[in-house]
């Protein structure tokens, strides 16, 4: 009785919530009314638009403003699963109703894709923030980590195992790893111990016919496309099992700014790429680039993190680039978990304890387009000076660099499907990010990336110009999923290819 109660409210409310179309869509389909009498006679935890607590939970995890201010952004449902059996009964019940549904681990996709439907199609958001679970195994240096659990949880549950363990991921804490792991991602260890997806071992797949899949009951070929290629093909991850690699007791990590002219930066930068990529496996180097408001310099940032103490990453990188004039107060020696709070980005002091926050970054939104690019060849120094140069005249963008090469480049490109290896140099994202909400600046920063975008092609991978399925752009292009013949055996070959 208490379900039928409940059922019956939700509809009165839908009643009064959605327009006279989409309430005749619900209340007369027969398989909405068993999707949400299902929710309720699971317990599942789902929240509809009318709740006071539905926009706040949506908005939580999401990061892009220029999606989420759009119309493609409205869940008729968000459904909060908080066990295996849950994810498994959500989206079984997803498969007998007019929707699509989205699967969110924290809403940091560029693109958005992970709460809004870019088609404008109504949808069901799955939201795995519940799923947040990490089960350390000392012994077997392995991890069971929950696709809803962030990087930063993730960290601070190894290194309170174990001081000795890490995970080579990103840098953001509040990064959802089923995203990025499934994507391939790489972070401040990844020259030394390779992608996050490099060291999965196991996984769970829900598949779309609702069957809960490990490793040997996916089969090889789906465990390599999950890994790198993005895992929302075959419908949701549940749970990744890591391999935990070995840290030092301290690593050396370091902030620094330096602020020039564009020939001063130009010459830095145009420096950067001969030797970032080169460095011992031990040193990860990155750089980001932007222009001074109000002046006529740039401001270059750069990220380094040495798995060893202080006095050798100083030689290393004053004999590399002298040009850095790297000071020993500008290094800090910590211990690994330390060093992820120290550029975890939240604040300028972050504690240990702080990266377990999944939202500490959740009132720091704007809107924004990302674009990248792999760099395969070295940039002349005119190219080097014409790219910034291009730089000055847009305020609100910025560069970041990441080195590779590493062991990076000695994986085999189809180890995991992520063949951006052997022979990049380094990777180049751009971005662009504003504050207002006027559909014409809107329009005009669009068009501002864009143009970059263009005016960098001689400089980037060509035969095909490559990028990164986690740092997706739409510009690119959209698979019409509706008219493809292949079965999903037959995309993985492709991919394989």
């Known amino acids: 009785m208490r379900n039928a109660s409940s059922l019956l409210l939700i509809l009165f409310i839908l009643a009064t919530t959605t327009s006279g179309t989409t309430y005749s869509i619900i209340t007369s389909n027969e398989k909405i009314l068993n999707f949400f009498s299902f929710l309720l006679s699971g317990d599942v935890n789902f929240t509809i638009p009318s709740s006071p607590f539905f926009h706040r939970m949506f908005h939580l995890s999401a990061y892009n403003l220029r999606i989420t201010n759009s119309s493609s952004s409205n869940p008729v449902v968000i459904i909060l ?29 560029f ?84 992608l996050a997806s490099d060291n999965v071992v196991n996984a769970i797949l829900v598949d779309s016919n609702g069957r809960l899949l490990d490793r ?34 301290k690593v050396t990590a370091f902030r620094i700014m330096r602020n020039g002219s564009v020939t001063l930066t130009t010459g830095i930068l145009h420096k950067w790429q001969f030797v970032a990529p080169k460095l011992e496996d031990e040193v990860t180097l990155l750089a980001s680039i932007r222009s001074e408001p109000d002046t006529t310099n740039m401001v270059a940032t750069f990220l380094g993190l ?119 140099l380094y990777s180049l994202g751009y971005f662009v990010y504003w504050d207002e909400k006027d559909e014409k600046m809107n329009s005009a920063y669009m068009d501002s990336i864009q143009n970059f975008h263009e005016y960098i092609t001689p400089f980037v991978s060509k035969g095909p110009r490559t990028s990164y399925v986690n740092e997706i752009d739409l510009d690119l292009g959209v698979m019409d999923w509706e008219n493809v013949s292949m079965s999903g055996d037959e995309l993985v070959e492709v991919g394989r290819a």
């Not at 939201?127 to 949880?153: F, I, Q, S």
């Open 111 to 194: 693109e958005g894709l992970s709460y809004s439907a870019w088609n404008h199609q109504l949808f069901v958001l799955i939201d795995l923030m519940n799923l947040n679970r990490v089960l350390v195994d000392v012994e077997l240096k392995t991890a069971w980590v929950e696709a809803g659990a962030t990087l930063g949880k993730i960290y601070y549950e190894v290194s309170r195992a174990s001081s000795h363990f890490g995970f080579p991921a990103g840098v953001y804490p509040t990064i959802g790893s089923c995203g990025h792991i499934g994507g391939g991602d790489w972070g401040l260890k990844s020259r030394k111990y390779g």
């Open 306 to 424: 040495y798995l060893g103490p202080k006095h050798a990453i100083l030689a290393s990188i004053n004999r590399a680039l002298p040009e850095l004039a790297l000071h020993g107060s500008e290094c800090n020696e910590l211990s690994w978990i330390e060093s992820m709070a120290y550029f975890s980005g939240i604040n300028q002091v972050t504690t240990v304890e702080a990266l377990r926050d999944r939202f500490s970054t959740s009132d720091h939104k704007n809107y924004y387009k990302w674009k990248s690019d792999f760099v395969r060849e070295l940039i002349s120094l005119n190219g080097i000076e014409g790219i910034l140069g291009m730089l000055m005249k847009k305020p609100r963008m910025e560069l970041a660099l990441s080195p590779f090469e590493g062991i990076m480049s000695r994986i085999k490109s189809d180890m995991v499907s992520f063949p951006h290896r052997k022979g990049n």
């Open 81 to 109: 699963p908080g066990t295996k059996e849950q994810l498994l009964a959500s989206i079984t019940c997803c498969k007998n109703v007019p929707w699509e549904f989205i699967i969110r681990s924290e809403g940091h996709s």
């Open 216 to 249: 040997q009951m996916m089969g090889e070929d789906v465990f390599w496309a999950i890994r790198g290629g993005g895992p929302g093909s075959f419908r949701a991850v549940y749970s990744w099992k890591i391999s935990l690699v070995d840290v030092p007791d």
